[in-house]
C-alpha cells in the first residue's frame, strides 16, 4: 500500500481529481481519499510509488509520501490465553 498526504486536497472536487489522475497511471487500482485527514491511499497493481506520485503531481497537487503503518496480526483466543486454561 502507498500513501500520501496531500495537503493541497481541500474539498471533493480536489479528491475527485486525484482519483482520475491516479486511475489514469493504473486503471486497476484501488484508491482511497481521506479528505478529513488529506491523505490518499493506493493499492496499486502495477504503477510504482514514483509514478503514482507524479500522476498527482501532474493534476496540480503536492503530494508527500506517508509510512504506512502495517497492523500486527490480530490474535486468536488460543494465543491471548496463558495456556493454562486449556
Known amino acids: 500500500m502507498i500513501a500520501f498526504q ?3 486536497m481541500t474539498c471533493g ?4 481529481t486525484i482519483t482520475r489522475a491516479l486511475k489514469a497511471a493504473d486503471p486497476n487500482a484501488r484508491v482511497t481519499v481521506d479528505l478529513t ?15 503514482l ?6 493534476a496540480g497537487y503536492t503530494p508527500a509520501p506517508v509510512e504506512v503503518a502495517i497492523a500486527p496480526p490480530a490474535t ?10 486449556r
Open 6 to 8: 496531500v495537503e493541497d
Open 76 to 85: 486468536t483466543e488460543a494465543d491471548a490465553c496463558c495456556g493454562h486454561c
Open 53 to 58: 506520485h507524479e500522476a498527482i503531481a501532474d
Open 13 to 16: 472536487h480536489c479528491a475527485s
Open 37 to 51: 485527514r488529506r491523505r490518499v491511499t493506493v493499492e496499486a497493481t502495477h504503477a510504482d510509488a514514483a509514478e
